[in-house]
């Protein structure tokens, strides 16, 4: 049936969440606005009338589309050129949902959506639906169709494995931004020390190219190994001009509510470096160069204001 004014508003009313829980699932903002997109075809050739808890009827599809992604994106990454990172969504993206509570603003984390990729996909949903939207067991087992203690067991799986993490600091964005202004100071005074004292001792380094940028798949491991790596980086030079095309503006800002450096050339978002901080230090660098992965980000960028860049490469 064709949906009326009202059903219209119901939807447009949930894509919101939708849309938020939909990125948390999938990694992938552009996979995101898919799903939803196909949640709304399938609103728009139901019975909605008959259709009591709209919303709940909404996510259960939302989710079932998503398992079939999940289930689909293994085989598409055992293919992947390179490693596979999430994308990136810089600070002010309603993508991000909601990040009231300590649980909501680390299920969107960049270092939580990465450690994400080990779960299985009914660990995935339920550990979303229960963190981020704070589901009851009862409606997520409803959603999965699966007993109640079933969904609890996947909860606690999926905790465990998430929690094997470094416990990551909670951290605003003043203080995301005076993190990454430290880093960037160390890393292009030309010394390595300097920059090893910010990191932890078995920090990583890690790249997302996708096989159309160069980019480090295999991780530089150890303070000092990414501390050589992070001074070649942000060493400025004719040849990383040439190979991206332009000088390359640095700027400090978040992603996925952490601290990030954005690389922009020419307007356009050419890299996002996520900083995953601990009580021990920098911890993780992750890097999304993938041109295929920063689209948004690129328009998000440029509807939004910021300052002068830190410097330029």
Same mark, same amino acid.
């Given at each position: 049936?064709?949906?009326?004014?009202?059903?219209? /508003?119901?939807? %447009? =009313? &949930?894509?919101?969440? #939708?849309?938020?829980? $939909?990125?948390?699932?999938?990694?992938?903002?552009?996979?995101?606005?898919?799903?939803?997109?196909?949640?709304?075809?399938?609103?728009?050739?139901?019975?909605?009338?008959?259709?009591?808890?709209?919303?709940?009827?909404?996510?259960?599809?939302?989710?079932?589309?998503?398992?079939?992604?999940?289930?689909?994106?293994?085989?598409?990454?055992?293919?992947?050129?390179?490693?596979?990172?999430?994308?990136?969504?810089?600070?002010?993206?309603?993508?991000?949902?909601?990040?009231?509570?300590?649980?909501?603003?680390?299920?969107?984390?960049?270092?939580?959506?990465?450690?994400?990729?080990?779960?299985?996909?009914?660990?995935?949903?339920?550990?979303?639906?229960?963190?981020?939207?704070?589901?009851?067991?009862?409606?997520?087992?409803?959603?999965? /169709?699966?007993? %109640? =203690? &079933?969904?609890?067991? #996947?909860?606690?799986? $999926?905790?465990?494995?998430?929690?094997?993490?470094?416990?990551?600091?909670?951290?605003?964005?003043?203080?995301?931004?005076?993190?990454?202004?430290?880093?960037?100071?160390?890393?292009?005074?030309?010394?390595?020390?300097?920059?090893?004292?910010?990191?932890?001792?078995?920090?990583?380094?890690?790249?997302?190219?996708?096989?159309?940028?160069?980019?480090?798949?295999?991780?530089?491991?150890?303070?000092?190994?990414?501390?050589?790596?992070?001074?070649?980086?942000?060493?400025?030079?004719?040849?990383?001009?040439?190979?991206?095309?332009?000088?390359?503006?640095?700027?400090?800002?978040?992603?996925?509510?952490?601290?990030?450096?954005?690389?922009?050339?020419?307007?356009?978002?050419?890299?996002?470096?996520?900083?995953?901080?601990?009580?021990?230090?920098?911890?993780?660098?992750?890097?999304?160069?993938?041109?295929?992965?920063?689209?948004?980000?690129?328009?998000?960028?440029?509807?939004?204001?910021?300052?002068?860049?830190?410097?330029?490469?």
């Amino acid at each position: 049936m064709t949906p009326t004014g009202t059903h219209m /508003d119901r939807f %447009e =009313a &949930s894509m919101p969440r #939708l849309k938020a829980i $939909a990125y948390r699932l999938l990694g992938s903002a552009s996979d995101a606005e898919d799903a939803v997109q196909d949640t709304f075809l399938r609103w728009q050739a139901a019975d909605i009338d008959r259709i009591e808890v709209p919303e709940a009827w909404l996510t259960k599809v939302l989710t079932n589309l998503c398992l079939n992604q999940l289930t689909s994106a293994r085989a598409r990454r055992e293919s992947y050129v390179g490693q596979w990172l999430p994308e990136p969504l810089l600070a002010g993206d309603p993508m991000l949902g909601p990040a009231e509570t300590a649980e909501q603003r680390e299920s969107v984390s960049y270092a939580v959506l990465t450690l994400m990729e080990r779960l299985s996909p009914d660990e995935r949903v339920v550990y979303v639906l229960r963190e981020a939207f704070d589901y009851p067991h009862r409606r997520i087992a409803e959603i999965l /169709d699966i007993t %109640e =203690a &079933s969904c609890q067991q #996947l909860y606690h799986r $999926a905790k465990k494995h998430v929690a094997e993490g470094k416990a990551r600091k909670e951290i605003d964005e003043v203080a995301a931004r005076r993190i990454v202004e430290e880093f960037l100071a160390a890393a292009t005074s030309g010394r390595t020390e300097p920059l090893v004292r910010l990191l932890a001792a078995d920090a990583i380094t890690i790249g997302d190219g996708g096989g159309k940028v160069p980019a480090r798949a295999e991780a530089f491991e150890g303070s000092l190994a990414v501390a050589k790596f992070m001074r070649g980086l942000f060493k400025p030079s004719k040849a990383k001009r040439d190979l991206i095309g332009g000088t390359a503006e640095i700027h400090a800002t978040t992603a996925n509510g952490a601290p990030a450096i954005v690389v922009v050339v020419g307007g356009r978002v050419a890299g996002v470096m996520c900083l995953e901080v601990t009580d021990d230090g920098i911890a993780a660098f992750r890097n999304q160069v993938n041109p295929d992965k920063l689209e948004r980000a690129t328009r998000q960028w440029g509807a939004t204001g910021h300052g002068e860049p830190l410097f330029r490469l």
